[in-house]
């Protein structure tokens, strides 16, 4: 299954913001990476601005190129304004889901978590980490990975009240998405009408 495999503090550092989780290295570079990254003052063209979001939220909900092509057709179909949907839809993937509810440190680890079946929705193994949540279904950690250390050191401490959208059920360890949230309530540094324009030209 493809993903993207190459060095993650030198994407942070081309957009200048920690986009793949706490990263160290970032706090120490914050120029863009190669020879010239300090010097760098070259003012992008508003193609390359558009291309530069686009490639953020890529990065950030871990989706290649035609995986993220796919998602904005089907955003661009669906009644609504078409970046805060294409936003949503991230946010609903299983991988992103897990991380949200703190279950993962990272979007990296919530997706290996959901490749290695250890988690459920609605009591079902959900092996497949761009599965869609719907609204209402409950997504937690599989009964005998309760125990997993990766598990547990995620949880201790997580603050599951930071997404109104969500609501977390201790028992389970796991919570439900009560409604696709709101563009105000998605923490992501993303500027979703760029990407329209880009796809719209």
Do not use: C
Not at 79 to 87: D, I, N, R, W, Y
Not at 163 to 186: H, T
Request: proline share 4%.
């Amino acid at each position: 299954m493809a993903r993207y495999t190459g060095p993650k503090s030198k994407i942070a550092r081309k957009f200048g913001e920690p986009i793949f989780g706490e990263d160290k290295v970032l706090a120490k570079r914050t120029n863009p990476p190669g020879q010239h990254g300090a010097n760098r003052r070259r003012k992008l063209s508003e193609y390359g601005t558009q291309l530069r979001e686009k490639q953020k939220a890529k990065y950030t909900y871990g989706v290649l190129e035609r995986q993220f092509r796919n998602l904005f057709d089907k955003a661009s179909r669906s009644k609504g304004v078409t970046g805060e949907v294409l936003l949503q839809m991230l946010e609903a993937r299983l991988d992103n889901m897990v991380y949200r509810l703190g279950i993962a440190k990272t979007r990296a680890a919530a997706r290996q978590l959901v490749l290695h079946r250890h988690i459920t929705v609605d009591g079902n193994v959900v092996n497949i980490p761009s599965y869609s949540v719907n609204p209402g279904q409950l997504v937690a950690v599989r009964e005998k990975s309760k125990s997993l250390e990766v598990v547990q050191d995620a949880l201790a401490g997580f603050n599951h009240s930071k997404y109104p959208w969500i609501e977390w059920d201790e028992n389970a360890k796991g919570g439900k998405m009560l409604n696709l949230p709101q563009r105000e309530d998605i923490p992501e540094n993303i500027k979703e009408q760029l990407i329209v324009e880009l796809y719209s030209k």
